[in-house]
């Protein structure tokens, strides 16, 4: 079992490796791999439950996913990001929901999209033993007053912010921080500046770690943002395997006789 102390030890002395997952088989494929850290991501709103955005994912979509990938990973820590307004609403209830995804789900940790009204609730979580990942720079559930998914941090305002950002997460308890979507050089000072673990994704080699959401590393996505590579191409795959299925039902040769079964018990059925 993997452990954020585990994790924090591996930062700098080896790159840190991260992945969604939100099913059972994916899980256990990623953990199988020896991924670091299994993140069951908001994203499955725009993965998995045809959404177009992560907006609408709810606590509860959220908990049956983590359960989902806790019970079939072995090795790696599972974090839980915690859906829009599950959190910096109100205090008792984002505690509970985070704690949720602890006490019911088996998490071992809880992902938070950051801003200024996430550093005394990072602190308050980390006494109450709920480790925290605190994720910066493009933070999509603001997608609205974004107007899209726009790289953060680009001038200098904006970029000394995210580290002032990411030193107060750090001084609050975070185990380890997200930076998505920021100038390279960004993601570098910031990694350079602090202890606390980086994992980028659309920031740049210097991270401590390196995240992709696993549909956009597969391959199964129909569309990927520029910063993901596609390591397979898991969705040409079940196109052809889907393809064929229908194929060989409409010409008549699935099912054959190896897939069918007589029962000698029916001899006297006509
Ligand atoms: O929801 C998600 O998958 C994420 C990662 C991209 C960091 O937040
Ligand atoms: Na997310």
Request: hydrophobic share 40%; charged share 25%; aromatic share 4%.
């Amino acid at each position: 079992m993997t452990t954020v102390r585990d994790v924090t030890a591996k930062a700098g002395d080896e790159p840190i490796t991260m992945l969604t997952a939100y099913d059972a088989p994916t899980a256990d494929i990623v953990d199988e791999a020896g991924v670091d850290i299994i993140l069951v991501g908001d994203s499955l709103g725009n993965t998995s439950l045809g959404h177009d955005t992560t907006l609408p994912v709810t606590v509860d979509d959220m908990a049956r996913h983590v359960g989902a990938v806790t019970r079939t990973t072995d090795d790696a820590l599972v974090v839980a990001d915690m859906p829009f307004l599950s959190f910096g609403v109100d205090k008792a209830a984002s505690i509970e929901n985070a704690g949720r995804m602890l006490k019911e789900e088996g998490a071992d940790a809880v992902k938070l999209e950051c801003g200024p009204h996430t550093v005394d609730l990072t602190e308050k979580l980390v006494q109450l033993g709920i480790p925290v990942m605190a994720h910066l720079g493009l933070t999509p559930q603001h997608v609205n007053q974004y107007g899209g998914y726009p790289r953060q941090g680009t001038d200098q305002a904006a970029a000394a912010q995210i580290l002032d950002l990411a030193r107060e997460h750090e001084a609050a308890g975070a185990f380890s921080l997200v930076l998505e979507h920021i100038p390279s050089n960004l993601a570098a000072e910031v990694t350079a500046e602090l202890e606390t673990p980086t994992i980028g994704i659309g920031a740049g080699p210097e991270c401590d770690g390196q995240v992709l959401v696993v549909d956009d590393a597969v391959g199964l996505s129909e569309w990927s943002p520029s910063f993901a590579k596609q390591f397979g191409s898991v969705r040409e795959e079940m196109e052809s395997a889907v393809g064929d299925y229908v194929e060989a039902v409409e010409s008549g040769s699935f099912p054959a006789d190896e897939h069918s079964h007589e029962s000698t018990d029916l001899d006297e059925i006509y």
